[in-house]
């Protein structure tokens, strides 16, 4: 791994696992790697946001798609990008 990245990656790995316990200090030192404000703020969006879908997934018991469901989302996705499924 770059050393511009392990700031950033033990920033969001903190969070993902101990949030309370993120500082300052940590933020810092992946600002000062190179990490741009919102680079750091998209990376903990994202780690906290799994978390959550992780989370109420776990807690409701939704089932994950079969493999060949994802295949099949990846090639309409591929060929029209994000939009609604034609009725």
Same mark, same amino acid.
């Given at each position: 791994?770059?050393?511009?990245?392990?700031?950033?990656? #033990?920033?969001?790995? +903190?969070? =993902?696992?101990?949030?309370?316990?993120?500082?300052?200090?940590? #933020?810092?030192? #992946?600002?000062?790697? =190179?990490?741009?404000?919102?680079?750091?703020?998209?990376?903990?969006?994202?780690?906290?946001?799994? +978390?959550?879908?992780?989370?109420?997934?776990?807690?409701? =018991?939704?089932?994950?798609?079969?493999?060949?469901?994802?295949?099949?989302? #990846? +090639?309409?996705?591929?060929? +029209? =990008?994000?939009?609604?499924?034609?009725?």
């Amino acid at each position: 791994m770059p050393d511009r990245e392990r700031p950033l990656w #033990a920033l969001v790995e +903190k969070a =993902g696992t101990a949030s309370p316990d993120v500082t300052r200090e940590e #933020a810092e030192a #992946a600002r000062a790697a =190179g990490w741009s404000d919102e680079a750091i703020y998209d990376a903990l969006t994202v780690v906290s946001l799994f +978390k959550f879908y992780n989370t109420w997934i776990d807690a409701t =018991g939704v089932r994950d798609l079969p493999a060949m469901a994802y295949g099949m989302m #990846a +090639k309409r996705m591929a060929t +029209k =990008g994000y939009v609604p499924l034609e009725e």
